[in-house]
């Protein structure tokens, strides 16, 4: 007859010690990506820096992206309109949105990380033109395009608030520069490694278009988390962190040599 027995107690703990022992290296083989989290962000069009024709989105956004990464989350980026952006984040749709000045209103809505990148906005002008851009030119001499979502500041601000320059505002930067072609503004104010990229796309040779010495305005650009988000703190924590990380092996200076040549 056929006798049955129970397994012993040391048995039956050899098995269970066997079975958390698969049951953890399993999950140990499961690829990091598959567990960390996945945020959401948004930015918008802002070539050479940031731009859908871009490899990986443009320089910027492969800094934003290896940042949190370096923090454990993986990231997917979605390219909107600047005003349609914020208000995403704003509205808690998106987990983030980069790459943003300092501004009073915006600072009482979001947390800001540590700068990405800074910048510095200057003059685009016709070649020959002979142009007196100081506080103290002729009222009205200056006509100067900025685009809608483009904030006047420093210099700028300077020269339209004085009454020397006129303010343009269309839709968008390419705007500003078929505008500068067809002589219906004198200035277009920009960073200047997008003012190049515009030129290039607007205008037959480079040589058409000097840039005025004078620095306008220099400022940093951010990322930047809704306070109404859950983990706003953490998040630019975690970032912060990464982003110092990125700096400190050199990855954020090559990111910029080989995309930018700087």
Known sequence: MFEFRLPSVNQVLSYVIKIMGIITLGIALIPSVLMAETLKLTTGEFPPYI??????????????????????????????????????????????????SIKAERQAAFLYSKPLF??????????????????????????????????LQGHSQVLVDSG?????????????????????????????????SYVAQVFA???????????????????????????????????NLGLDNLIATGEYQSILSNELGL
């Open 205 to 239: 040779s480079s040589n058409d278009i000097q840039v005025l010495d004078k620095v306008f305005f220099k400022y940093s650009n951010h990322l930047l988390v809704s306070k109404q988000h859950p983990k706003a703190e953490k998040l630019i924590q975690d970032f």
């Open 118 to 151: 800074i910048f510095e906005q200057r003059a685009f002008a016709i070649n020959e033109a002979q142009l007196d851009v100081s506080s103290t030119a002729d009222i009205g001499s200056i006509r100067l395009c900025r685009p809608q979502g483009y904030t």
């Open 164 to 196: 020397v320059a006129s303010h343009f505002s269309p839709p968008d930067v390419a705007s500003c520069f078929h505008m500068l072609k067809a002589n219906r503004v004198d200035i277009v104010v920009v960073d200047k490694l997008e003012g190049y």
């Open 51 to 100: 731009s859908s024709n871009s490899k990986q989105l443009g320089p910027l956004s492969q800094i934003v992206s290896l940042s949190f990464e370096r923090s454990g989350y993986q990231t997917l980026i979605d390219i909107n309109p600047w005003n349609r952006a914020l208000k995403m984040a704003d509205k808690g749709r998106v987990d983030a949105t980069y790459a943003w």
